[in-house]
């Protein structure tokens, strides 16, 4: 059972969003794709900026020189802090993540369930690993619980899709 209380005194995203500038636009199916990991993350969250009080915070995603600037504010857009990450670190399993995601919806179509389950393992498997990074590159800075990397990293994993 959930303690409603506790999970309310937690700090959380409120809202993502992301800067259309450098990120761009794309494909109907990458936006849509980027709007479920926007709602996905919204839903449910734990995110914490490291020596802030508040509770509710807002995420704005942008990409600068290849690196990801996470630009926190309260939600009415008071400054909390910002902190820029290099996506070198997260290159091999954003690719690998890519890859077995190909692999797992041409098998959906022909593939028995056994070999569907172990694909969909693979997957599991690098999510997983994805989430961990981000939890380490994090750390110090922002607090997040592993549900909420998974989140941040499909949407990190959305934001390099070209579709």
């Known amino acids: 059972m959930v303690d409603l209380t506790a999970r309310r005194n937690r700090g959380r995203l409120v809202a993502v969003d992301l800067d259309e500038a450098s ?6 199916e990458v936006e849509h794709e980027r709007r479920v990991a926007i709602y996905d993350l919204i839903e449910e969250n734990t995110f914490e900026p490291a020596g802030r009080d508040e509770r509710e915070f807002r ?53 028995s369930p056994s070999q569907i389950e172990a694909i969909d393992m693979g997957r599991r498997g690098l999510h997983n690993e994805g989430a961990r990074l ?15 990397a998974r989140r941040l990293f499909t949407l990190l ?7």
């Open 157 to 163: 994993s959305v934001l390099h899709w070209k579709g």
């Open 23 to 28: 990120i761009g636009r794309s494909s109907s």
């Open 59 to 111: 995420l704005r995603l942008s990409i600068v020189d290849r690196k990801l600037v996470l630009e926190v504010t309260t939600p009415d857009g008071g400054p909390v802090v910002t902190h820029v990450l290099s996506l070198t670190p997260f290159r091999r399993v954003v690719k690998d993540y890519f890859m077995i995601c190909d692999s797992y919806y041409q098998a959906i179509r022909t593939a």
């Open 134 to 148: 981000l939890i380490e590159r994090l750390d110090g800075k922002v607090s997040v619980d592993v549900d909420t």
